[in-house]
């Protein structure tokens, strides 16, 4: 807003002090001053508007400011004495409860219109406008009201506020042509719409120099609709401004009076007025929470009282409250003792309030299961090579449309985001094996050996899940693998099915952390290959699935190597877990040794590592999968596994790994006849 320093002085008192120091107090006010003009004998200041204060959009509302910060007395700018008794020849009527104030004031307009003295200096001299339109531009200014008006002669019939039922298209008061969505507020005679309310009048009722009356509008529209309409039309006007950050709800017949008393030579023939407002609200706030926000336990009622009232709150003081009536210019914005409270400490300035960090108590807090298995997994995942990465909650339609041709159910699990800013990828994810396959594929593009991945994160899904802590969304870790599995081997690529049981022995490890006992069941995941998948269970759980993605996938991704894929669902682990609290940093080094079993072909290797880990062989910290080797004329796979020995207090002596290696050795021949290769 363009503030005249001379006519905010007209109607309050402002201090006498030079320009630059001047504008501190407008932004200590919380009107910030974007510029300042000063020339011409005139001080103009460039004031930017919060959103919701449409009273600080005229010289009454800035001056209301002021008044509450020094206490001074303002001017109310004069009026006459009282509006005609007399009701316009043009009826109206409101059939919308968008409206809530709708006034008419009928003058005639003499060929040369005169405006009173006192406000000249605030014209424009060089706009060619109608004397009338330059009057109601300047009780915009000056009082904050948007009126318009019409030429009498060219109304038909009554004047309507309704609310539109299809677009339709107007032209304008500028002469250019728009559009008026359906379900805007307009103004209408008879025959035709006049103006868009709140936003534009029409050119087929504007005043020109041969209009001999008028009629002016003086109304209060709902700020909701005036914004979306203005938004639609793509137009912003002085009104629509004002009135999509909330109007005076009684001011309409003041402006009209105003009006008016400054058209020196018109006559006000007859005035109209149909209202329906709301109730004014009543804020009781405790003394004490003044206090506390202000730090200042002494705050007296009174001080608050003067203060609020030079606002233009209504205050009553009831024992130790305060009973504040919001004033009308505030009834959009002002629904609780918050705002209230700040209004106050604007008076005072914010600067003045002493700002003390409240004193708090630090308490434990435990961490998320997520936090906990993260802290768990990750020093194995990092030990086989996996690196973390992170993708995108969502996806495209048509990677939903890929998940479909699978499984058309599992599609219709996709939870939807309504306001997504880019439509085609609205879909949250429901499984992570369609980035993670990306990830991989493009990095198998660079010609890299081998790629592992891990990542933390959620899936979602709109049929919720019943046994975590939210209701549609829930915690995951995702693994995939391509190629090599230790990449810096020499021998060839390793196969499927040992990339399979390295995979499946890096999930036993996981699960081998936490202590929980499982099995290894066949599986039926839609995304993964029918024959090549199982899943982890324990306690009648599923906790983790894993295998080669399936063959459409792997089609239509692109992928020429084979792709295994795990997802380990976390909050289950968490639930299933055994007390296992203390994850160590070690700083002791590890001692590790490779062992090849000869396996029989109808043993998977994944069950030697558990048969391993149900032995709990002292100071084991992992034992994973390396390499596997078949000998046609042999009934028996040689299987490599790697053992790693490390003891949190102390370093081991290869003595001591000895006798371990000795004992497990025993173990597994005697009970389950597994023997290593000599």
């Known amino acids: 807003m363009k503030l005249d320093l001379a006519l905010l002085k007209s109607i309050v008192a402002v201090p006498e002090i030079p320009v630059s120091e001047l504008r501190h107090v407008f932004d200590d006010l919380g009107l ?58 043009i009826p109206i009527k409101i059939a919308t409860e968008y409206c809530y104030t709708y006034s008419l004031l009928a003058m005639d307009l003499p060929q040369t219109l005169q405006l009173d003295s006192s406000i000249q200096k605030y014209l424009d001299v060089e706009s060619e406008q109608q004397a009338i339109v330059k009057l109601s531009n300047y009780v915009l ?16 019939g009554e004047l309507r506020v309704v609310l539109s039922s299809e677009e339709e298209e107007i032209i304008a008061l500028d002469l250019k042509k728009y559009l008026v969505p359906t379900s805007s507020l307009l103004i209408k005679d008879s025959k035709k719409t006049v103006a868009v309310a709140g936003v534009i009048g029409c050119a087929n009722s504007m005043v020109t120099a041969e209009t001999k009356s008028v009629l002016i509008e003086s109304a209060v529209f709902c700020p909701t609709h005036v914004r979306k309409t203005a938004r639609a039309m793509g137009l912003s006007t002085d009104a629509s401004y004002l009135f999509e950050r909330g109007a005076d709800i009684h001011l309409p017949d003041l402006a009209l009076s105003r009006i008016a008393k400054l058209a020196v030579n018109a006559n006000a023939l007859a005035f109209s007025s149909l209202k329906n407002l709301p109730a004014l609200l009543t804020i009781e706030i405790e003394l004490s929470r003044f206090r506390w926000h202000l730090n200042q336990p002494t705050l007296e009622l009174d001080t608050i009282q003067e203060k609020l009232s030079a606002l233009g709150y209504q205050v009553k003081l009831k024992g130790e409250k305060i009973s504040c009536l919001v004033p009308s210019h505030r009834y959009w914005n002002v629904k609780s003792e918050a705002s209230i409270i700040e209004d106050y400490c604007r008076t005072v300035g914010f600067n003045s309030i002493e700002a003390i960090i409240p004193t708090t108590v630090m308490s434990d807090v435990s961490d998320h299961p997520s936090e906990y298995l993260i802290e768990a997994f990750e020093p194995i995942l990092t030990s086989q090579g996996f690196t973390e990465v992170v993708t995108r909650s969502y996806y495209s339609n048509e990677e939903v449309d890929l998940i479909a041709e699978l499984d058309n159910t599992l599609a219709s699990q996709h939870l939807k985001i309504i306001n997504s800013l880019e439509g085609a990828y609205s879909n949250l994810k429901l499984t992570n094996i369609i980035h993670l396959a990306k990830v991989i594929n493009r990095n198998l593009r660079f010609n890299l050996p081998s790629v592992k991945i891990y990542e933390f994160g959620r899936i979602f899904n709109n049929q919720g899940f019943p046994k975590t802590p939210y209701q549609l969304e829930k915690d995951f870790l995702t693994l995939a693998f391509a190629g090599r599995w230790y990449d810096n081997s020499w021998k060839k690529p390793t196969g499927l099915v040992e990339n399979l049981g390295n995979v499946s022995g890096l999930l036993q490890s996981l699960f081998a952390k936490l202590k929980i006992n499982f099995e290894i069941l066949p599986s039926s995941h839609p995304l993964l290959h029918p024959g090549r998948q199982s899943q982890i269970v324990a306690n009648q759980q599923t906790l983790a699935v894993f295998g080669s993605i399936h063959p459409l996938l792997k089609d239509r991704l692109g992928f020429k190597e084979e792709m295994i894929f795990a997802e380990v669902f976390l909050d289950e682990c968490y639930q299933l877990r055994k007390l296992n609290s203390q994850f160590q940093i070690i700083d002791y080094p590890a001692i590790k040794w490779d062992l090849t079993f000869k396996v029989p072909r109808r043993v998977a290797a994944s069950r030697v590592l558990q048969v391993i880990h149900e032995a709990q062989p002292q100071y084991l910290k992992s034992a994973v999968i390396v390499d596997s080797f078949d000998k046609p004329e042999e009934h028996f796979t040689r299987i490599s596994y790697r053992f790693l020995f490390q003891e949190a207090s102390r370093t081991l002596s290869n003595e001591e790994v000895d006798q371990v290696i000795a004992k497990l050795l025993i173990t597994l021949k005697e009970q389950h006849q597994l023997e290593i290769v000599s």
């Open 141 to 156: 200014t000056e009082l904050g009201q948007p009126t318009h008006a019409f030429d009498t002669s060219k109304i038909e």
């Open 32 to 89: 910030e001053v974007e510029g300042i003009e000063d020339g011409f004998g005139k001080v103009i200041f460039n004031i930017e508007t919060l959103a919701n204060r449409g009273d600080h959009l005229s010289a009454l509302g800035i001056a209301r400011e002021f008044a509450g910060r020094y206490l001074k007395p303002i001017s109310y700018p004069a009026l006459i004495s009282a509006l005609p008794s007399v009701a316009t020849n």
